[in-house]
C-alpha cells in the first residue's frame, strides 16, 4: 500500500463507518424509546399507511362499541319503563275482572273506577315522561332508532317503539294483503275539467300483465275490478273503501240537524244512489248502532283509534257524509263525526259513482273506494307502468309505481300530476313528503334547486341523494318521409269538398282552411300512409314515406295553390287538370334541429341510431345526452332544462315528423317562424340510493306539485280495530266487561314490543362481543406491523454502541497514519 498525506482513504472509510454505526444507534434509540418500529414514513411506508387503516378501524370500532352500549342503555330504559306499564295493565284487568262480578253495585264499581282511572293516567304519565338523553321513547315521537355499530358507514342496526300511550294501547290491526304496491283514492277527476281517468290497453301492468284499457268516462269502478280479475293470472282485486275520523266526535244530532250518508253504486247506472238519514243520537255509541241498523251491508261503522268513528264497505263504493245544522245552527260534521280536513280525501270528484261527477257541498266529506290486490299464492305484486304508460297513469287509478333499482325519476315542471301541475316553485312545507320514511323539512329556497337541497339534507337519514334530471322519449316514425307536398296561396277551399289520396278519399272538410284540409287527411292517415301539417308560414305539408297520388274528386287540389318546390314524376303521381303540370322531387333524408342554442346536423334521419350518434356529437356544448331506450324510443336526458328548435333548412319539418316532435312544436310566439319555436323539456328530481336500495315516496298532494314525485314503494296502511283504553271504565258491568278485551289487547302490545326490544338487546350483546373480538385482533395485527422488538432493538443498540466505540478508535489510527511519513523524511 503507498504512503500518500493527500488522501487518507482509511480515515474517510473510518467515518462512513462512524456515521452509519451512529445512525443505527440513533434508529435503535428511537425505536426503544417510542415502541414503535414505525416512526415515519421513512421508515415503512407501506406499513404506515396499513397501519393507519387498521388505526382508523380500531377507534371506529370502539366507538361503535360505545354506541351499542348507548343503546343498551336506552333499550333498558323503556324496557323498565313497559315493565312497570305491564304491572298497571295487569293491576287494570284485575280490577276489570273484579267488577264484571255481578255480586258488586254500581256504587262499588265505582270506587273500583276510581282506581282504574288513575291507573290510565299513570300510564299516560309514564309514556310521556319517559325519557332517554332529552328523547321521549314511549309518546310515539322516538320514531326509528339508527345505531351505528360499526366502523363504516350505514353499518347500522335500526329499531322503534310505539307509542305507549292510552290513545293507541288496546288497538289490533290487520294488514291487507296488497304487497309491492299500494292502492289510493281511485278513479280521480280534475275537478275543474271534470276530465275523467282514461288508459291504454298495455299502459299498466301487474306483475308484467296488462290490466286493459280503461275509460272513465264509460267505465266504472267495478269494470276495472273485472278488468284486472279477467286479465291478470295470480292476482285477485276486491273492493274496499275506509274512512278514519280524524278526532272524536260528539255522535249528539241535535234536535232539527239531518245526517245524510249516501252510498254510490259501482255497476255504472249514474243515478243510483242509497240515502240514508239520522235526525236522533245522543252519543257515538248510538249513532254506530243506527249506522249499523240501517245501512246493513252496505257501510259498516266502528269506534277506534281512541273512541273515533270508522265508517268502511268490502265493494269500494264511494260514499258521501253531509250535515245539516238546521236545529243548532252551529253544529257541524267535525263536531259531530270527527271527520275533519285531515280525514277528509282532497278529492273534487270521483267517477265510482256510476260516472256521475260528485262534487262535495260546503260542510260535506266525500270518500272514494280503492282496490285491495291479493296474491294467490302470498307472494309479491308488482305494479308498473308498460310500455307506453307513465308513473301518473299508474297514480291516475290509485297504484304507485314499484321500483327496486335504487333510482326514482320526478315529473318535470310544466307537466302534470295527479295533484295537478308540478310547480317547483310552491316549495315544501315540513311533512309534506317523506322519503324512505324520513321526514323532509320545508324547503328555505322555494326553486328546483331549493327543493334538491332540502332533500339532500337529509341523505344521511334516507339514504338518498337527488339532482335535476331533464328526460323525454320520442316516439320515431319506422322510415324517412320521402315524398312532401309544400302548397300555398290557392282559392279559398269550400266546406263540404273532398280529396282522393293514394285512392283513399278524405272525409269532408269541415272548414275552409288548410288546417282543416291537414284534419282531413290525417283522419285518413292510417290508410293512405299520408300526414299532413301547416306551418306558421301558411305552408302546408303533406308527407309519404313513398309516392304520393292525389286525384281531385272535385276542384279541391287546385284550391292549395301553387306547389314551391320541384318534384320529379318518378317519386310521386299528381293527377287533375289544375296540377298536371307540377314537378316533383324526393325529400332529402338529412336535417338540422338546435338543441340548447346548438345547431346539430342530423345525417340520417331514416336510421336512429345514426341520429342518436350525431345529437351525442354536440353533447358537451349541448349538456344532452341521446339513447335508445328500453321501448325503442328516442330518449333526451339533461341535468337541466332542455329546449329544441327545428333547424332553418327545408327539410327540417320533415326531421320534426321523423323525430315524433311535430306536434310538440308550435308558434307560441306569433312571430310566424316556426323555426324560431323551443320546445322545452323541464327539469325534473332525480333521486337515487346510494346503497342501490329501494326508494319509498310518501307525499300529500302539495308535495306532489312541488317536487313532481309520485308515491311510490310504500305499504298499504293496516285497517286499525279494536278500542283504545283511553275511553275504558269499570264503573258498570257492561263497561267492565269491554274493557277486558282492550286491555289485553294492550298487554299484547306491550308483549310484543318488549320481545322485540329484548331481541335488540341481546342482538346488541352479541354485536358488541363481536366487535370487540375484531378490534383485539386488529390491534394485534397492527402491534406486528408498527411495534418495535425490544429485543432486537436492544441488540441493536448494544451492537450500533460497540461499533461506534471501536469506529472511533480506528478513527484516530487511521488519523494518526500519514506521521509515518515524517520517519522516512528523517532518514
Not at 320481545?755 to 366487535?771: H, K, P, Q, V, Y
Amino acid at each position: 500500500m503507498p504512503l500518500v498525506i493527500n488522501t487518507n482513504v482509511a480515515s474517510l472509510n473510518a467515518q462512513r463507518q462512524l456515521v452509519a454505526s451512529g445512525n443505527d444507534m440513533s434508529e435503535a434509540m428511537e425505536r426503544l424509546s417510542s415502541g414503535r418500529r414505525i416512526n415515519t414514513a421513512a421508515d415503512d411506508a407501506a406499513g404506515l399507511a396499513i397501519s393507519n387503516r387498521q388505526t382508523s378501524q380500531i377507534r371506529g370500532l370502539g366507538q361503535a362499541i360505545r354506541n351499542a352500549n348507548d343503546g343498551v342503555s336506552l333499550i333498558q330504559t323503556a324496557e323498565g319503563a313497559l315493565d312497570e306499564t305491564t304491572n298497571i295493565l295487569q293491576r287494570m284487568r284485575e280490577l276489570a275482572i273484579q267488577a264484571a262480578n255481578g255480586i258488586y253495585s254500581d256504587a262499588d264499581r265505582a270506587t273500583l273506577d276510581a282506581e282504574f282511572q288513575q291507573l290510565l293516567d299513570e300510564l299516560d304519565r309514564i309514556a310521556e315522561t319517559t325519557s332517554f338523553n332529552g328523547q321521549k321513547l314511549l309518546d310515539g315521537s322516538l320514531g326509528n332508532v339508527d345505531l351505528q355499530v360499526g366502523a363504516e358507514a350505514y353499518q347500522t342496526i335500526d329499531f322503534s317503539i310505539t307509542a305507549m300511550n292510552t290513545k293507541t294501547l288496546g288497538l289490533g290491526t290487520t294488514s291487507s294483503d296488497v304487497s309491492g304496491a299500494r292502492t289510493a283514492d281511485l278513479l280521480n277527476l280534475d275537478a275543474a275539467a271534470g276530465t275523467p281517468v282514461a288508459i291504454g290497453d298495455s299502459d299498466v301492468l301487474i306483475n308484467g300483465q296488462s290490466i286493459g284499457a280503461f275509460d272513465g268516462s264509460t267505465d266504472t269502478f267495478q269494470d276495472l275490478i273485472d278488468n284486472i280479475n279477467e286479465n291478470v293470472d295470480g292476482v285477485s282485486a276486491t273492493g274496499y273503501n275506509i274512512a278514519n275520523a280524524g278526532t272524536v266526535g260528539t255522535g249528539a244530532i241535535q234536535a232539527g240537524d239531518t245526517l245524510t250518508i249516501s252510498i254510490f253504486d259501482i255497476d255504472g247506472v249514474s243515478t243510483a244512489r242509497t240515502d240514508f238519514t239520522f235526525t236522533q243520537a245522543n252519543n257515538l255509541n248510538e249513532l254506530v248502532a243506527a249506522i249499523n241498523n240501517k245501512t246493513g251491508s252496505l257501510l259498516t261503522a266502528s269506534l277506534s283509534e281512541a273512541g273515533t268513528l270508522v265508517l268502511s264497505n268490502d265493494t269500494g263504493a264511494a260514499f258521501s257524509l253531509t250535515y245539516d245544522n238546521a236545529g243548532s245552527t252551529t253544529d257541524t260534521l267535525a263536531d259531530v263525526l270527527g271527520f275533519t280536513d285531515a280525514s277528509v280525501i282532497d278529492q273534487g270528484g270521483i267517477n265510482s259513482a256510476g260516472n256521475q261527477f260528485i262534487a262535495a257541498g260546503d260542510d260535506a266529506a266525500l270518500f272514494t273506494g280503492s282496490i285491495a290486490l291479493t296474491a294467490d299464492d302470498g307472494g309479491d305484486i308488482a305494479v308498473t307502468a308498460g310500455p307506453e304508460g307513465t308513473a301518473t297513469d299508474l297514480a291516475s287509478l290509485g297504484f304507485q309505481q314499484t321500483s327496486g333499482d335504487g333510482t326514482v325519476k320526478g315529473v318535470s315542471n310544466g307537466a302534470t300530476v295527479p295533484a295537478g301541475t308540478v310547480d317547483f316553485s310552491e316549495g315544501l312545507e315540513t311533512g309534506d313528503l317523506k322519503i324512505n320514511g324520513v321526514v323532509i323539512e320545508a324547503t328555505q329556497n322555494d326553486s328546483l334547486q331549493g327543493v334538491i337541497d332540502t332533500i339532500n339534507n337529509a341523505t344521511s337519514d334516507t339514504n338518498v341523494v337527488a339532482t335535476s334530471n331533464a328526460t323525454e322519449a320520442f316516439d320515431e316514425n319506422s322510415q324517412v318521409f320521402a315524398t312532401e307536398f309544400v302548397s300555398t296561396g290557392g282559392a279559398a277551399i269550400t266546406a263540404g269538398q273532398n280529396l282522393i289520396i293514394n285512392g283513399i278519399t278524405t272525409s269532408n272538410f269541415a272548414g275552409t282552411t288548410l288546417e282543416d284540409v291537414a284534419t282531413a287527411i290525417n283522419d285518413v292517415s292510417d290508410n293512405t300512409g299520408v300526414t299532413a301539417a301547416v306551418d306558421d308560414n301558411g305552408e302546408i305539408h303533406i308527407f309519404a314515406a313513398g309516392p304520393i297520388v292525389i286525384a281531385d274528386g272535385t276542384a279541391t287540389v287546385a284550391n292549395l295553390g301553387g306547389l314551391q318546390d320541384a318534384f320529379t314524376a318518378a317519386t310521386a303521381v299528381v293527377s287533375g287538370t289544375a296540377v298536371a303540370d307540377a314537378d316533383l322531387s324526393t325529400i332529402a333524408a338529412n336535417s338540422d334541429l338546435v338543441i340548447n342554442g346548438q345547431v346539430v346536423a342530423l345525417t340520417d334521419l331514416g336510421d336512429l341510431t345514426q341520429v342518436v350518434a350525431d345529437i351525442n356529437i354536440s353533447e358537451a356544448q349541448t349538456g344532452v345526452h341521446a339513447e335508445i331506450d328500453d321501448n325503442g324510443e328516442l330518449s333526451l336526458s339533461s341535468t337541466s332544462n332542455i329546449s329544441i328548435q327545428l333547424g332553418t333548412s327545408r327539410t327540417a319539418m320533415t326531421a320534426a315528423h321523423s323525430l315524433g316532435i311535430m306536434d310538440l312544436i308550435s308558434d307560441t310566439d306569433a312571430d310566424g317562424a316556426l323555426n324560431a319555436t323551443s320546445y322545452v323539456i323541464g327539469a325534473g328530481i332525480e333521486l337515487t340510493s346510494i346503497n342501490e336500495t329501494t326508494i319509498s315516496i310518501e307525499g300529500n298532494a302539495s308535495a306532489q306539485t312541488a317536487t313532481g314525485l309520485l308515491n311510490q314503494n310504500t305499504e298499504l296502511s293496516s285497517v286499525v280495530t279494536g278500542s283504545a283504553i283511553a275511553n275504558l271504565s269499570v264503573a258498570t258491568y257492561t263497561s267492565a266487561q269491554e274493557a277486558i278485551s282492550p286491555i289485553d289487547n294492550a298487554l299484547e302490545t306491550i308483549n310484543a314490543t318488549r320481545s322485540d326490544l329484548g331481541a335488540i338487546n341481546n342482538r346488541l350483546e352479541f354485536t358488541m362481543s363481536n366487535l370487540s373480538n375484531i378490534s383485539e385482533n386488529t390491534a394485534a395485527a397492527r402491534s406486528r406491523i408498527v411495534d418495535a422488538d425490544f429485543a432486537a432493538e436492544s441488540a441493536n443498540l448494544s451492537r450500533a454502541q460497540v461499533l461506534q466505540q471501536a469506529s472511533q478508535a480506528m478513527l484516530a489510527q487511521a488519523n494518526a497514519q500519514p506521521q509515518q511519513v515524517l520517519q522516512l523524511l528523517q532518514g
